[in-house]
């Protein structure tokens, strides 16, 4: 596993704090311990100081992966963040949309989210904001792009498109045939 390049580092935190904002400190220095990123065959992996150093003990042909996949480098050299990453991003997130449960449903099989299927949003939220999905339970469903702020949203018909889809837990159920 490879340290990511300036330019590579650069596209990683400029989509992480498109969602977590600053904070993107915080998944750097946690309490138990320093984590790192670093990259194999395009796919960037987030893992912890003390792991990796034990990894080094390891030839790197017999070594498939270190750490948690947070996302990829795509052909045309942008980052896309997987739904592996998810539970990491969440408690830092700083907007967020929470879901009612018909709402919930339709975000899992990759639809956007409606105006009729939002349970509540963060205040100051602004348009196209890169924001967590929950339940209403506080359970993270994944990833979307805001489609209108918080303002608008209050005054937005029913079967307006208030959230981008862009990932969701339920990709693991969806692309289950194509992973075996």
């Keep these: 596993m490879k340290h990511l390049s300036d330019d590579r580092m650069k596209l990683v935190f400029e989509k992480l704090a498109k969602y977590i904002g600053a904070n993107v400190k915080l998944l750097i220095d946690r309490p138990d311990g320093t984590y790192v990123f670093r ?88 348009k196209y904001q890169g924001v967590i999905v929950l339940s209403m339970n506080d359970m993270p469903l994944g990833f979307g792009a805001a489609a209108k702020a918080t303002a608008e949203c209050k005054h937005a018909d029913p079967m307006a498109v208030v959230c981008f889809h862009q990932a969701d837990i339920g990709e693991y159920i969806r692309s289950e045939d194509t992973l075996i």
């Design 39 to 126: 990259e194999q065959k395009d796919r960037v992996y987030y893992v912890s100081e003390r792991v990796l150093s034990l990894a080094s003990n390891v030839a790197p042909d017999h070594l498939i992966s270190v750490g948690t996949c947070f996302g990829k480098f795509t052909k045309s050299g942008k980052f896309r963040l997987h739904i592996t990453a998810l539970h990491y991003l969440a408690p830092y997130a700083q907007y967020k949309i929470w879901l009612k449960p018909s709402g919930e449903q339709q975000f899992l099989y990759g639809h956007n989210v409606l105006k009729s299927g939002l349970g509540r949003i963060t205040e100051n939220t602004p």
